[in-house]
C-alpha cells in the first residue's frame, strides 16, 4: 500500500510560497510590438496621433505596472511622422522601468518609453533585455 501525501493548497501556504520567491527586479527592460491600428480603430483623424501617444502610454502602464510613463521624442517623432490622421500600423517599443531619483517623487519608479527601429514585424515576440 502506498502512501500518497497530497499538499493541500490554503491560502496560508500560497503567502508562504510568495515570501519564499526571490524579490521581483525593479529595474527590468522589456521590448513589446504593439498594434497600433487595433487600438484606433473608429477613432476621429484628427485626433489619431494624440490618442496613438495616450494607448502607448496606457500600454506601458499596463505593462509595467507604473503610473509614471514618460515617452522619448523619437517615439514621438516616428508616431507623428505620418502626420496626424496615419499613424503607423504598428510599433516596436523598448519599455524600461527605472528609479526615480527625485526625492519627493510620488512614484519610487517610472518607465521611459522608446522606439525600436524594425524592418518587419514578422515573428516577434516580447523580450526581456539582460543588461
Known amino acids: 500500500e502506498i502512501l500518497q501525501s497530497t499538499k493541500r493548497i490554503t491560502?496560508?501556504?500560497?503567502?508562504?510560497d510568495r515570501a519564499n520567491r526571490a524579490p521581483?527586479?525593479?529595474i527590468v527592460t522589456r521590448e513589446f510590438?504593439?498594434?497600433m491600428?487595433?487600438?484606433l480603430y473608429g477613432v476621429t483623424f484628427k485626433?489619431?496621433?494624440p490618442r496613438a501617444i495616450r494607448e502607448i502610454?496606457?500600454?506601458?502602464a499596463k505593462a509595467m505596472k507604473t503610473s509614471?510613463?514618460?515617452i522619448d521624442s523619437s517615439l514621438n517623432k516616428f508616431v507623428w511622422s505620418q502626420g496626424v490622421k496615419?499613424?503607423?500600423t504598428r510599433v516596436r517599443v523598448r519599455l524600461s522601468r527605472k528609479r526615480n531619483e527625485d526625492e519627493d517623487a510620488k512614484e519610487k519608479l517610472y518607465t521611459v518609453v522608446t522606439h525600436v527601429d524594425v524592418k518587419d514585424f514578422k515573428g516577434l515576440q516580447n523580450e526581456t533585455i539582460e543588461d
Open 11 to 16: 491560502k496560508a501556504s500560497m503567502s508562504d
Open 24 to 26: 521581483k527586479a525593479d
Open 33 to 35: 510590438s504593439i498594434h
Open 37 to 39: 491600428s487595433k487600438r
Open 47 to 49: 485626433k489619431r496621433a
Open 57 to 60: 502610454k496606457q500600454f506601458a
Open 68 to 70: 509614471d510613463v514618460r
Open 86 to 88: 496615419n499613424v503607423p
